[in-house]
T-cell receptor, first 115, second 114 residues
Framework: AQTVTQSQPEMSVQEAETVTLSCTYD???????LFWYKQPPSRQMILVIR??????QNATENRFSVNFQKAAKSFSLKISDSQLGDAAMYFC????????????FGQGTRLTINP | SQTIHQWPATLVQPVGSPLSLECTVE??????LYWYRQAAGRGLQLLFY??????ISSEVPQNLSASRPQDRQFILSSKKLLLSDSGFYLC?????????????FGPGTRLTVT
């Protein structure tokens, strides 16, 4: 079974600075998807960014980018120019490319933005 | 785009009472539907998923059950709640428009069992 590990329960960053959240995963599959979700205090799960395993190019969405290292099974999220609205729980998730498309989540990292 | 509704938003129930949480989806057809639970300060755990009407798969043994009576309706139930059933329950939907489709989440239901 696949597992996702986020080793940083909490992180903090100064407003306008850059922060990187870590995620590692374990799988024997070669084709899969990886995601970062944001959960603000409202608890709504919001998709931040996705990465297809077959793509070598790292995904980027505005201030959010990932460092996908397939051989190392690592998938970190970099947030540039951090804003107060970025404060939230961030979850890394894995999804197989086959079957029922189930998401496997990490335990989450709580990100605090210091003004 | 699809919209996911969940109700109730908040629920406080005594131990041993029944439970029914409802999830409905708009703006798509024949989606995959999922129930996740999030315990306090933890990640999401998949409880059930459904790939079609009447088709339910359970991921973990537990006190809960799920049903899908209609294409865009997914219900989470229990006959007798336990304290350990407390948590935040999220319904998710995925339309299989190729493998590139996303899973979208509803607003969630906060359940407290007392």
């Amino acid at each position: 079974a696949q597992t996702v590990t986020q080793s940083q329960p909490e992180m903090s960053v100064q407003e306008a600075e850059t922060v990187t959240l870590s995620c590692t995963y374990d799988t024997s599959e070669s084709d899969y998807y990886l995601f970062w979700y944001k959960q603000p205090p409202s608890r709504q799960m919001i998709l931040v960014i996705r990465q297809e395993a077959y793509k070598q190019q790292n995904a980027t969405e505005n201030r959010f980018s990932v460092n996908f290292q397939k051989a190392a099974k690592s998938f970190s999220l970099k947030i540039s120019d951090s804003q107060l609205g970025d404060a939230a729980m961030y979850f890394c998730a894995y999804r197989s490319a086959e079957g029922a498309q189930k998401l496997v989540f990490g335990q989450g990292t709580r990100l605090t933005i210091n003004p | 785009s699809q919209t996911i509704h969940q109700w109730p938003a908040t629920l406080v129930q005594p131990v041993g009472s029944p439970l029914s949480l409802e999830c409905t989806v708009e703006g798509t057809s024949n989606p995959n539907l999922y129930w996740y639970r999030q315990a306090a300060g933890r990640g999401l755990q998949l409880l059930f998923y459904s790939v079609g009407i009447g088709q339910i798969s359970s991921e973990v043994p537990q006190n809960l059950s799920a049903s899908r009576p209609q294409d865009r309706q997914f219900i989470l139930s229990s006959k007798k709640l336990l304290l350990s059933d407390s948590g935040f329950y999220l319904c998710a939907c995925q339309t299989l428009n190729g493998l590139a489709s996303e899973q979208y989440f509803g607003p969630g239901t906060r359940l407290t069992v007392t």
